[in-house]
């Protein structure tokens, strides 16, 4: 057992900062940097996913003949750290990261052609149609129904927190083709544009005021059942794919780290009597307890990353990650809300708005802390909230 | 000992509670996506009720009441998240005034009991953990006057205000109580420069800069640079006025939960029957439990003068932000999706915490205030 990082390694990550280094936009930069979200603005982040898609660099955990970049595990984690750490806006997941992964491993041929090569390059902005109003946490219960009709498929109901709806072209959605039996054994993964007649969308304002959200509605929206992939009624098992394609899951730890300096740095300026918050005994016991923290989440990712290296299915540790990470991370917008004070009640979302040109008021690196702490509220409920990953531990895990 | 209100408080409670029954809605909130003019027509109306009197002298036209009554006009108020300055006008505006010179009472409280005057309280500052000692803000004595010099931050009603009382370092270092001293100043006055802005929670604020600002002796409240006694004793009634009406908004985020619970389904039953959810909305409930006991306690100690009267208000605030923070969080969360909107209540009363927490010092602040005054 050891740390040593090998030559080849060093080498990499050099050839990742020197290309970050040449080829991020001023524009790209500054919307990475006014990020509160997991979802950057989405001008610019696809201007990113354009740079990099050039470079064949947008989606290295794809097959190689798919588009993928053929990395190592480590290097796609090294390459991962690397753009959080340049603060680049995070790729919108939709296509790449959940449409992409279905699509490689349950798609047809003529599915993959059509679709991935659009994915890679942003010409198809994808959409996921999974929530429902009755079903969340118990996703399996969603009613959202898809009738046979000839050759297509006839679609009633109606999906919501669905991330960017309203910039969407497609949409990935699982139907209920089936409404007999168990719940999971009758669903089905379906891919349709989002201008088809009788789809309306509704836009959802969120706690920060922004618009993420959307609530989808569907009235008689017909389509294609060569738009199925997968079996009917077998839908479900091609959305459990996605969990074994991106095993162990997102790693949390590098950006967490990012932000802890940030903190660090806007504690070093706020006064106390007795001079600055970053010596003061009560604040740094606060950072070194999250510090301790994703210290502790940043080696438990690199054990999962060690296991996947060798071959290992980590399993049922990527819920442990997704508890880990996210309250981590809201733990550090808590802690940067409350290293700044007053300061952060300033409520200036304009600000944020990528190419304004809004006076801040107050400092600077303020502006993006209250939106972030609450917009991160969202993180323990979306994605299987932390309550079913907690309960997937105590059942796949421990048995119980 | 007697926790029970009196008939008049009870009067006041009822008048309250009616006023929030036919006044909040969270429509009126969503409203506040842009700086608000003053709500000219509720302040009118809190005039008319008597509700600006509450803590004035009868001599100056008030009702002579005090933080007990303001604990319990708050408290109701909070409930309907009602964004009137009253805080900021009355509580510490008043409080402030109370202290002034018989001219400056005369100019300005009959207009404020009319609803015709607005008060802001100048106090924090950027990059400046908020205590009353850390204040650095140079006021330079020159003969007579005093000339303003730097900046104001995150004024609470700072651009509504006529009439500003500003908090100023007239002698020795941040970290002495002694050098300070307060001001009334005309929020118009040459050399004052207001940038408004939203704050969190719908409300609005100010930064105010100060260049140059020639202040005379008759504006100023207490004696020159010994004004912290005064300062201290008003902040500890805002603090306390901020505790009653957030203790409201706690009361509202653990109902709405729980009535969430009961009816939000999932695995074919209301979420509320999963002991996991159980367990923690009965922990809100106690956090909440808490929070009133520490109100009761504080505001009492203060009314009757007890010893232990100010550590007993920083510990209220310190378990203010503590329990809104868990309060509203776990609201968020039992709610899921839902919480995350503009929609339903939760959000804008987790904000108004999370605004509230940080305002005057935050829980950290106020903690360390405890240990300092044992």
Not at chain 1, 60 to 76: A, D, I, L, M, N
Not at chain 1, 347 to 376: C, F, K
């Amino acid at each position: 057992m050891d740390l040593r990082v090998p030559e080849q390694e060093k080498a990499f990550r050099e050839e990742v900062r020197t290309f970050l280094e040449e080829s991020l936009t001023p524009e790209i930069r500054e919307a990475g940097k006014m990020v509160t979200s997991v979802f950057a603005p989405v001008k610019e982040a696809m201007a990113w996913q354009k740079i990099l898609n050039d470079k064949g660099w947008a989606a290295p955990h794809w097959p190689k003949e798919h588009g993928g970049t053929g990395w190592s595990v480590t290097q796609r984690a090294i390459f991962a750290e690397e753009l959080v750490r340049a603060e680049t806006p995070p790729l919108v997941p939709m296509g790449l990261h959940m449409c992409g992964p279905c699509l490689i491993g349950c798609g047809t041929e003529e599915q993959q052609k059509e679709y991935l090569p659009k994915i890679l390059n942003g010409e198809h902005f994808w959409c996921q149609g999974y929530s429902e109003p009755g079903s969340g946490s118990d996703l399996a219960s969603l009613k959202t129904f898809a009738e046979k009709d000839g050759d297509d498929y006839i679609i009633n109901g109606t999906k919501i927190w669905t991330t960017y709806a309203h910039y969407a072209k497609k949409m990935f959605a699982l139907v209920r083709t089936n409404k007999d039996g168990k719940p999971q054994q009758g669903i089905t993964f379906l891919l349709l544009d989002m201008d088809l007649p009788g789809i309306s969308i509704e836009p959802i304002v969120g706690l920060d005021e922004v618009t993420e959200q959307c609530q989808v509605f569907f009235d008689n929206v017909r389509v294609p059942q060569s738009n199925r992939v997968g079996a009917e009624n077998d839908g479900w098992t091609v959305a459990k794919y996605l969990l074994t394609f991106e095993r162990g899951g997102q790693e949390y730890a590098p950006g967490l780290n990012v932000q802890l300096e940030k903190i660090r740095l806007m504690a070093e300026k706020q006064q106390t009597v007795h001079g600055p918050m970053s010596k003061d005994p009560v604040w740094q016991h606060k950072f070194a307890s999250v510090e301790a923290d994703v210290l502790a989440l940043e080696f438990t990712e690199m054990r999962i990353k060690s296991a996947l290296s060798s071959g290992k299915d980590p399993g049922a540790l990527s819920s442990m990650t997704k508890i880990l990470g996210t309250e981590l991370l809201q733990k550090v917008t808590e802690l940067r809300i409350e290293t700044l004070g007053a300061q952060a009640a300033i409520w200036q979302p304009q600000a944020l708005v990528p190419g304004n040109e809004q006076p801040v008021i107050g400092p600077e690196y303020a502006v993006t802390a209250m939106p972030h702490y609450l917009n991160s509220r969202a993180c323990s409920i979306y994605g299987g909230s932390n309550e079913v990953q907690r309960g997937i531990i105590a059942k796949a895990v421990l048995g119980l | 000992m007697n926790f029970q209100l009196s008939e008049e408080q009870q009067m006041l409670a009822d008048s309250a509670k009616r006023f929030v029954r036919d006044n909040h809605d969270v429509e009126k909130h969503r409203q506040n996506k842009k700086l608000m003019p003053l709500d000219e027509a509720t302040w009118g109306q809190f005039a008319e009720l008597g509700w600006l009197a509450v803590p004035f002298a009868e001599e100056h036209g008030g009702l002579g009441m005090g933080p007990l009554e303001t604990m319990v006009l708050l408290q109701e108020l909070g409930e309907g998240l009602i964004m009137a300055p009253y805080i900021a006008t009355v509580v510490l505006g008043g409080g402030f005034l109370r202290h002034g010179s018989e001219a400056q009472q005369a100019e300005t409280i009959p207009s404020l009991l009319e609803g015709g005057l607005q008060l802001a309280f100048a106090a924090e500052e950027y990059e400046r953990v908020f205590t009353l000692e850390n204040t650095a803000m140079k006021g330079e004595v020159q003969g007579g006057d005093v000339v303003l010099n730097g900046t104001k931050a995150c004024v609470l009603n700072g651009d509504h205000a006529d009439q500003l009382i500003v908090l100023a370092r007239t002698a020795g270092q941040p970290g002495d109580k002694d050098g300070l001293s307060l001001f009334l100043v005309d929020a118009n006055a040459e050399g004052v420069e207001r940038t408004p802005h939203r704050t969190v929670d719908g409300r609005q604020g100010a930064e105010i800069r100060f260049s140059n600002v020639k202040v005379a002796e008759a504006a100023r409240i207490g004696e020159l640079n010994q004004a912290y006694d005064i300062a201290k004793s008003v902040l500890l009634e805002g603090l306390l006025a901020l505790s009653a009406e957030c203790t409201g908004s706690l009361t509202v985020l653990l109902n709405d939960t729980v009535e969430y619970s009961k009816t939000r389904k999932q695995f074919g039953l209301p979420i509320g029957k999963f002991q996991a959810l159980q367990f923690r909305m009965a922990d809100m409930f106690i956090a909440m439990e808490q929070t009133k006991s520490l109100l009761m306690a504080a505001t009492m100690k203060l009314v009757e003068g007890h010893d232990d009267a100010a550590k007993a208000v920083h510990a209220m605030k310190a378990q203010l932000g503590r329990a809104g923070r868990k309060i509203g969080q776990e609201a968020i969360q039992i709610h899921g999706g839902m919480g995350m909107t503009d929609e339903l209540n939760v959000g804008h009363f987790v904000k108004r915490l999370s605004a509230v927490d940080g305002v005057f010092g935050n829980a950290d602040v106020h903690l360390m205030e405890i240990a300092r005054s044992a």
